[in-house]
């Protein structure tokens, strides 16, 4: 739920914004992250195997670490981008 500074009226027109920051730092968590684990697994796992399916499984299972490790910073990150978000009545 989005706290305005001022009582609101229902169906009133609002702007939500939000700084820079917390979007780039949610688009690094969803897509930056994963993407960074797969190219990583699949590249250690094909260089100690040397073996397409080694790769393949190496970026699976660096892709399942990374999206765990993401579910437990994404909370974080939903509390802190939901206290900056500022809710403004149109004119």
């Known amino acids: 739920m989005l706290k305005a500074a001022t009582t609101l009226p229902v169906g009133a027109r609002v702007t939500v914004t ?10 690094a968590l969803v897509y ?12 250690v796992a094909a260089l100690l195997f040397d073996s397409d ?8 299972v660096a892709l399942l670490g990374a999206l765990l490790a993401a579910s437990l910073v994404r909370r974080r990150l939903e509390q802190a981008t939901l206290r900056r978000l500022a809710v403004q009545l149109l004119a």
């Open 18 to 27: 939000l700084p820079e920051r917390y979007l780039l730092l949610g688009a």
């Open 53 to 60: 399916l080694a790769a393949a499984a190496g970026a699976g």
């Open 32 to 43: 930056g992250v994963p993407l960074a684990a797969v190219l990583f697994g699949a590249s």
